[in-house]
């Protein structure tokens, strides 16, 4: 059976089907014509329409935290990307929602120091080799790696 909500298109093609039989009925009863049968078509076609404007779909949801994700993505906003993250997010780098947070917070900082021509350097000894630039093993230009509370 097709779902309603997730397509206005089923209600509609039934409001027209209803439409001719009702016509097709003032037709044959042409002494009755009543002009309240009319409405059921009328009433069926907004129900579909309503529906389809009011109720949210899985898939229109879906569709709009993309979209908020990319605009917050476009426009620099960790804020609003983390409230699009879920909040058990895991991936290969980072182990958790607030460390890809950080991370993002980091590179956002470090864009800006090299914008504004400052080299963004905390390397402080012999640097191990980990593949990360920082003596401490944090990346470059991380700030909480600075204070020494840094858990990248």
Same mark, same amino acid.
């Given at each position: 059976?097709?779902?309603?909500?997730?397509?206005?298109?089923?209600? $509609?093609? /039934? #409001?027209?089907?209803? *439409?001719?039989?009702?016509?097709?009925? =003032?037709?044959?009863?042409?002494?009755? %014509?009543?002009?309240?049968?009319?409405?059921?078509? $009328?009433? /069926? #076609?907004?129900?579909? *329409?309503?529906?389809?404007?009011?109720? =949210?779909?899985?898939?229109?949801?879906? %569709?709009?935290?993309?979209?908020?994700?990319?605009?917050?993505?476009?426009?620099?906003?960790?804020?609003?990307?983390?409230?699009?993250?879920?909040?058990?997010?895991?991936?290969?780098?980072?182990?958790?929602?607030?460390?890809?947070?950080?991370?993002?917070?980091?590179?956002?900082?470090?864009?800006?120091?090299?914008?504004?021509?400052?080299?963004?350097?905390?390397?402080?000894?012999?640097?191990?080799?980990?593949?990360?630039?920082?003596?401490?093993?944090?990346?470059?230009?991380?700030?909480?790696?600075?204070?020494?509370?840094?858990?990248?």
């Amino acid at each position: 059976m097709f779902n309603v909500v997730e397509q206005p298109w089923t209600l $509609l093609t /039934l #409001a027209v089907i209803v *439409l001719l039989v009702v016509l097709m009925l =003032q037709r044959i009863f042409s002494d009755k %014509k009543r002009w309240w049968l009319l409405l059921i078509p $009328l009433l /069926l #076609a907004i129900a579909a *329409l309503g529906l389809d404007f009011l109720i =949210q779909t899985d898939t229109e949801k879906i %569709k709009t935290v993309i979209k908020t994700a990319i605009a917050a993505a476009e426009q620099e906003d960790s804020v609003t990307i983390a409230s699009v993250v879920a909040e058990n997010y895991r991936d290969s780098f980072h182990i958790n929602k607030k460390r890809l947070i950080h991370h993002a917070a980091v590179c956002k900082q470090a864009a800006q120091w090299r914008s504004q021509g400052w080299q963004n350097r905390n390397v402080v000894g012999k640097v191990p080799k980990t593949g990360r630039s920082g003596a401490n093993g944090c990346p470059l230009g991380c700030m909480l790696a600075i204070v020494g509370d840094c858990r990248c």
